[in-house]
């Protein structure tokens, strides 16, 4: 199975400044044939589903404010929340597809400070 | 617009069975692999189990071989996921949730609010 690994475990950010979140996988999901990474982003709020945020890594969903971009190939990604707002509290997960057998990382946890 | 109602959680003793129900509405179901996702209170996400558009293709987590089966049936845009077996800790919220493509492996664009199971005695 592919291990997914996440840092922080948590981290508060001030209003409008950067949030950084690190996810590691434990082999490389990027697919040599179609040079595309297979690794998504999911945003959790309380009481809330998961929300798909980034796909291929840093494609961006349909109505996903364009202060979150996601970075990174092969093994080592990054989610970026440029500037936080209040309503970006909520716990991320970053998730690998290149497998069948689809794994998550344990999340990271973003407040307010 | 896209909706995933999940059905048929509850309160269920260790060994004993529970079947679960996705009905999806809002996008053409025979089109897209569809899942189960877990989450056990106050915890992560795990992927349950995964099946193609045609039930061609079908994957379980480890925890979850040789006790749980999916299935799906296109014409009632349902989905279903026959749990047997069941263990402490199989106690999650379980959600059903879309592929983004007909094939099993995928990121999910949609997700239901959820089923809850509990299993205790």
């Known amino acids: 199975d592919i291990v997914m690994t996440q840092s922080p475990d948590s981290l508060a950010v001030s209003l409008g400044e950067r949030a950084t979140i690190n996810c590691k996988s434990s082999?490389?999901?990027?697919?040599?044939?179609?040079?595309?990474?297979?690794l998504a982003w999911y945003q959790q709020k309380p009481g809330q589903p998961p929300k798909l945020l980034i796909y291929?890594?840093?494609t961006r969903e349909s109505g996903v404010p364009d202060r979150f971009s996601g970075s990174g190939s092969g093994t080592d990604f990054t989610l970026t929340i440029s500037s936080l707002q209040a309503e970006d509290v909520a716990v991320y997960y970053c998730?690998?597809?290149?497998?069948?057998?689809?794994?998550f990382g344990p999340g990271t946890k973003v407040d307010i400070k | 617009e896209v909706q995933l109602v999940e059905s048929g959680g509850g309160l269920v003793q260790p060994g004993r069975s529970l079947r679960l129900s996705c009905a999806a509405s809002?996008?053409?179901?025979?089109?897209?692999?569809m899942h189960w996702v877990r989450q056990a209170p106050g915890k992560g996400l795990e992927w349950v189990s995964g099946?193609?558009?045609?039930?061609?293709?079908?994957g379980y987590a480890d925890s979850v071989k040789g006790r749980f089966t999916i299935s799906r049936d296109n014409a009632k845009n349902s989905l279903y996921l026959q749990m047997n077996s069941l263990r402490a800790e199989d106690t999650a919220l379980y959600y059903c949730?879309?592929?983004?493509?007909?094939?099993?492996?995928?990121?999910?664009?949609?997700w239901g609010q959820g089923t809850l199971v509990t299993v205790s005695s």
């Open positions: 291929w890594a840093s």
């Open positions: 082999q490389s999901v990027l697919y040599s044939s179609n040079n595309k990474n297979y």
């Open positions: 099946i193609s558009w045609n039930s061609g293709s079908i």
């Open positions: 809002g996008f053409t179901f025979d089109d897209y692999a």
């Open positions: 998730q690998q597809y290149y497998s069948t057998l689809l794994t």
């Open positions: 949730a879309k592929g983004y493509y007909d094939i099993l492996t995928g990121y999910y664009d949609y």
